[in-house]
């Protein structure tokens, strides 16, 4: 059966930490993984990662992809309160079908 | 280019009664999936259209059901509705191409009581 897992399921931070989020993946003919940021709304892209060992970066964001062991990191450093969110993973894999993880819900304190 | 646009934004229903759902996808995309969101499953596949095909279905009763039409708007349908129904409708669209992202709409708050 394809899924993802995310990992930690919720997490709390103060300002200026560092965050680390995992998303393992088990899905047929992987083709991309996603990582989506939902405040109240809907979730907007981040990064696609398609390649092992690249890392995609976006000012404070980063997120690389381990295709052999079958996972994907999300960091985010010096954490800011606007940070706060449930970040998604997502899996594209046969049939251009798109698995989601539950979400990592970060919130980060002042 | 404007986004996906979902319609109603919120709705509240009864239990027993229906309802339908509308996306529009972004200009060009062929491509619908449409996902339930709650706060215990997360993100759920439901299913995804294509050119007016349904070509990916998740695992919901046949209580859920959709279409898409010749201009790739979709619509989804509920009938029947339970109180575990009550989640966060999200569509999204897709063109596909290499490599694909998907676009979300706003979403669909449903309330059923």
């Known amino acids: 059966e394809d899924k993802v897992v995310q990992s930690p399921l919720s997490l709390v931070v103060h300002e200026g930490d560092t965050v680390t989020l995992n998303c393992s993946y088990e899905?047929?003919?992987?083709?991309?993984l996603l990582w989506y940021k939902q405040e109240k709304k809907a979730p907007t892209f981040l990064f696609m990662l398609?390649?092992?060992?690249i890392e995609k970066k976006s000012g404070r964001l980063s997120s690389i992809l381990d295709k052999k062991e079958l996972f994907s990191i999300l960091n985010i450093t010096a954490t800011q309160t606007g940070d706060s969110a449930i970040y998604l993973c997502?899996?594209?894999?046969?049939?251009?079908?798109?698995?989601f993880g539950t979400g990592t819900s970060l919130t980060v304190i002042p | 280019k404007a986004g996906v646009t979902q319609t109603p934004r919120y709705l509240i229903k009864t239990r027993g009664q229906q309802v339908t759902l509308s996306c529009s996808p972004i200009?060009?995309?062929?491509?619908v999936s449409w996902y339930q969101q709650t706060p215990g499953q997360g993100l759920q596949f439901l299913f995804e259209?294509?050119?007016?095909?349904?070509?990916n279905k998740g695992n919901f009763p046949g209580r859920f059901s959709g279409r898409q039409f010749s201009n790739s708007r979709s619509e989804m349908n509920v009938s029947t509705l339970e109180l575990g129904d009550s989640a966060l409708y999200l569509c999204?669209?897709?063109?596909?191409?290499?490599?694909?992202?998907?676009?979300f709409g706003p979403g669909t708050r449903l309330t059923v009581l």
């Open positions: 200009s060009g995309h062929r491509s």
């Open positions: 398609t390649s092992s060992g």
């Open positions: 259209y294509f050119s007016e095909t349904q070509r």
């Open positions: 997502a899996v594209e894999g046969t049939g251009n079908q798109f698995y």
């Open positions: 899905v047929t003919n992987f083709r991309s």
């Open positions: 999204a669209s897709t063109n596909y191409g290499s490599y694909n992202e998907q676009f």
